[in-house]
Structure formats: C-alpha cells, structure tokens
C-alpha cells in the first residue's frame, strides 16, 4: 500500500490521504472543488466547482500511476440534485472512459461545496 500526496491538488482537511495504491488500483479520496493555490473555494456554481474537482482529481490520477482513461468506478456526491444536468455536462468532458458511476444527494458536503467525486482507477505507479 502506497499513499499518494501531491501539493497540486488540496491537502486532506482530515485524517485520511489524497489517495492510495494498492494491487495496481488507485483509491481516491472524495475531492471538492479546493483550489491547491490559495486553499479556498473559488467557483460559486456547479461547472465552476466540477471543473476545479476535475482538475483535483487529474493531478492526483497523474501522480498515481493513471489517468482518465484508467478510472473503473466514480461515486458522485451533489448537494443539489437540481444541479444534475449542468454536473454531467463538466463531467462528461473527462470521463470519456464511461467508468461506472453512482451519483447521490447529499445533505451537505464539506466547505458547503455543490459537489463532491471519489474515484478508483487502474494504476501503473510502482
């Protein structure tokens, strides 16, 4: 078992890392829409947010062996359901891939972000 940290991506506002590799697969932890740079939530809405967690999760997938390409499985978490299309629309454009996805309502998400992807990709770090 390998933990990943990158500072290109949030640090973990919590006791857990970034991600982990294991048996060739990479597990990511949740990623919101964080801005490594400054440390804060900078988009107000749903694509904004979407795209700032794509680019989170893009830079931990590269540190980690992997890619879009890679990843099996998402789970996506949204505050507002009401934001489904507009997510799809952002998500879409990455996971070309079609990895297998649940996507659920959550009552609230951490920072009060709009959105929330956890992922578990094929790995080639050694």
Do not use: H, W
Not at 54 to 80: H, M, P, Q
Not at 109 to 125: F, G, Q
Request: charged share 20%; net charge neutral.
């Amino acid at each position: 078992m390998i933990r990943i940290q990158t500072e290109k991506a949030p640090a973990a506002i919590g006791p857990y890392s970034q991600a982990i590799v294991s048996n060739g697969m990479v597990y990511l932890s949740g990623q919101i829409a964080i801005n490594p740079e400054t440390g804060n939530v900078e988009a107000t809405d749903i694509k904004g947010q979407t795209v700032q967690i794509i680019k989170n999760i893009s830079a931990i997938l590269d540190v980690s062996g992997s890619s879009f390409e890679k990843v099996v499985k998402t789970t996506c978490f949204l505050a507002d359901m009401n934001d489904f299309a507009a997510f799809n629309e952002v998500y879409g454009k990455y996971f070309v891939s079609l990895p297998s996805r649940s996507c659920v309502a959550a009552k609230a998400l951490p920072k009060n972000v709009l959105a929330e992807i956890e992922v578990i990709a094929e790995s080639s770090y050694k």
